[in-house]
């Protein structure tokens, strides 16, 4: 599970809907982690998918696809407050969790 | 229950120092994990300890050290300081090992080395 790749910047509007992709190597694959870290503070805990689908959770969601090693966090009706970075994370077998260089999301007015 | 805990918070140190940085996981999480974040390269892992025992280990150089405690406390020390070691480390705890259970981080460390 190495080689996660996400986008490093994106801009929203407040309001709106913005969709944040990562790609992951699915040897042995587990599940896919996803962290938010507004800045200066500590990364937390989003949502964990193991299976593939949808996992709906208030305004934001996440989507797996094992079989294509993708996964992408949806975040619906922006606030400004969720200008901030966003991490996914690769657990696979039983070595620790592999982040992403995160994608630092902007909402604007 | 209270969060982890990491101390120091911020601390600046010269070329060729060495330093410690202390970790308190959540209360009955035995397994810690230490990771190092810089802007260029996001978070990177560098030790996880479960039960006083060093479970893995990144891909960094020997001058980067850890330990666990008996009571779960960990600590990591980094010897011989180079520039490019400034980053904030943040420590995470985990009621289960080797990545299976969520991450709870600390609010990190950030060193300066000058």
């Known amino acids: 599970g190495q080689n996660i790749d996400q986008p490093t910047e994106m801009t929203a509007t407040e309001g709106a809907i913005v969709q944040i992709n990562c790609t992951y190597q699915t040897s042995g694959f587990n599940g896919l982690f996803w962290y938010q870290q507004h800045a200066g503070e500590a990364p937390t805990f989003l949502s964990y998918?193991?299976?593939?689908g949808l996992e709906e959770k208030g305004r934001f969601s996440s989507f797996l696809s094992r079989s294509k090693g993708y996964s992408y966090l949806l975040l619906k009706e922006l606030q400004m407050k969720d200008s901030a970075s966003y991490l996914c994370?690769?657990?696979?077998?039983?070595?620790?969790?592999?982040f992403g260089k995160g994608t630092r999301l902007s909402v604007i007015a | 229950k209270a969060g982890v805990t990491q101390t120091p918070r911020y601390l600046i140190k010269t070329r060729g120092q060495q330093v410690t940085l202390s970790c308190s996981p959540i209360?009955?999480?035995?397994?810690v994990s230490w990771y190092q974040q810089t802007p260029g390269q996001g978070l990177q892992f560098l030790f996880e300890?479960?039960?006083?025992?060093?479970?893995n280990k990144g891909n960094f150089p020997g001058r980067f050290s850890g330990r666990q405690f008996s009571n779960s406390r960990s600590e990591m020390n980094v010897s011989t300081l180079e520039l490019g070691d400034s980053a904030l480390y943040l420590c995470a705890s985990s009621g289960l090992a080797g990545g299976s259970g969520e991450l709870f981080f600390g609010e990190g460390s950030r060193l300066t080395v000058l």
């Open positions: 300890y479960f039960s006083e025992t060093q479970r």
């Open positions: 994370a690769d657990h696979s077998g039983n070595t620790p969790l592999v």
């Open positions: 998918n193991v299976l593939d």
């Open positions: 209360s009955g999480h035995r397994s």
